[in-house]
Nanobody, 121 residues
Framework: QLQLVESGGGLMQPGGSLRLSCAAS????????IGWFRQAPGKEREGVSC??????NYADSVKGRFTISRDIAKNTVYLQMNSLKPEDTAIYYC????????????????WGQGTQVTVSS
């Protein structure tokens, strides 16, 4: 059974950093494209970043602040978030697809339960 479990969310002051983890089981992260998405209250789910072989994509709103990476041995994908802003507040989800990276949620077949990130002073 394919499963994704996010962790690492929490409350952080503006300008701070958090690292989110997405632990996979039932498949290998090296064989799938793994995306990070976020959804703020009253807003649509939006793509934040995606990683697959030879590809790392970022939304314009997080470029230069967020870094996606993966550890094949740990079967985990990470999202390092630096210089956090209040507008980064959202539930963050990781998702997997057998196809290519996309900024849209629809191609992603498997989803984690989400982790809350709150940026506030």
């Amino acid at each position: 059974q394919l499963q994704l479990v996010e962790s690492g969310g929490g409350l952080m002051q503006p300008g701070g950093s958090l690292r989110l983890s997405c632990a996979a089981s039932g498949f290998t992260v090296g064989s799938y494209a793994i995306g990070w998405f976020r959804q703020a209250p009253g807003k649509e789910r939006e793509g934040v970043s995606c990683i697959s072989s030879g590809v790392r994509n970022y939304a314009d709103s997080v470029k230069g602040r967020f870094t996606i990476s993966r550890d094949i041995a740990k079967n985990t994908v990470y999202l390092q978030m630096n210089s956090l802003k209040p507008e980064d507040t959202a539930i963050y989800y990781c998702a997997a697809t057998r196809y290519v990276c996309s900024e849209y949620p629809r191609p992603f077949e498997y989803w984690g339960q989400g982790t809350q990130v709150t940026v506030s002073s």
